[in-house]
């Protein structure tokens, strides 16, 4: 018999040479180059194939070979159908974006006017700059690279006023104590965890051995703590003379959202805003590309244009400036929100629109469309904004609720689908489902549900 397989499906045929008729012969391995030729049809280069098919021989597992190939291939990256209802969701790469580029050489320092060579961060940062009303901008890898360069440019070896209520972690590995303390600037704690008012600050700034750079204001994103709070806000923080620095963190533009139409959805009541953080008085702001502006992974620095020029003086500058591809879907997102296409141009704009009755009936008739193939019903779902931004807030949703957990299943379609599980009921959230994806979702749902 063949050694057992792993305990994934196996999809295909097994490739193993028919084992010897007499039970007391042992079967002979197949050669490792017959059996990484066999592997070919997984699309893997053939030295991958190579590497699993000696795995494979090795651990007595040759029938399993071809599942080796599948599991291995299924670690690549691949675009995936997004049914969690979490919009901005961090491991499936927050904001959705389309990129395309030819092959072809880019002026991403190289200044068209002059023939020189020209700086890399000139085209986005004045298009992010005109956007956000600020004298100048630049771009870096992630707003965790924007602030520990603001940080290094700005206060090398000086204090750095933060509240205590503002010095958290986001997201597992950023936290204001440690990016502080990477930069090399000295952070002074102010106020207590729950209320900091501007006399705080300021007694800081009184003290004998004050040598204040900069006051920090961090955004508590993905948490927040209600009841006996106060936080002083940046228009008064403004007030002390010092530059006053945001870390807006999810990269909301501005609060009135006028690329929408009608108000701003009352999810985004707590998110700060780069227009109006600025206009309060910040002397910079920073933020992510790929939360709520709805662009590629990218950090901004925007305000003040000395200590913008300052930032991107500083050694640490090279290190962190992102690649022209980010640079390139990075502009086209801010092109789109200058030329008011946002909900048509931005992928989580429009994901945010869609007005919940087109949810409800596309899940209607996906729900009509399984019927007597599984159990499956229209609900009326949560939404989340996702990435840390606007926790606990929600938006309106509708989605497909199926009996049973079906998530490995659905993880198994080509390609995969990820969604929500409770209670041995899988949800799949249309919001964050482009439609052009439905037939697909049927199809997956279909081929989970015969998958005894
Ligand atoms: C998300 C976030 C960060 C980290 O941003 P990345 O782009 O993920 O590096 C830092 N600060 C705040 C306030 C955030 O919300």
Redesign the pocket.
Known sequence: MPPPSTDLPDPAPDPAPDPAPDRGAAARPPSVDALARSLGGSGLPHAICVDLAREAIAAGDVAGAPARAEAYRRTLLSPVVNATGVLLH?NLG?APVAVSTDARAVNVEFDLATGERGSRQRAVGQLVARLCGAEAAMVV???????LLVLAALAPGRQVLVSRGES?E??GS?RVPEVMEQSGARLVDVGTTNRTRLSDYRRALDRPDADVALVLK?????YRVEGFVEETPVAQLATLGVPVVA????GLIDATCPWLHGPPPTWLRDEPAAVQALADGAALV??????LLGGP???VIAGRADLVAACARHPLARALRPGGLVLAALQSTVLAYLHRRVVQEVPFWRMVATPVADLRSRAESLAARLEGVLDARAVALDALPG???APGATMPSYGIEVRGDLLDRLRAADPPVVARAREGRTFLDLRTVDPTDDDHLARALTAAASVA
Not at 286 to 291: L, N, R, W
């Open positions: 961090t927050r890898n992630n707003n965790a690279a924007a602030v958290v986001i997201g950023f961090v955004h508590p994103s993905n870390d807006i963190g999810s920073t933020f992510s590309g790929d939360k992974q990218a950090g990435a840390g931004s």
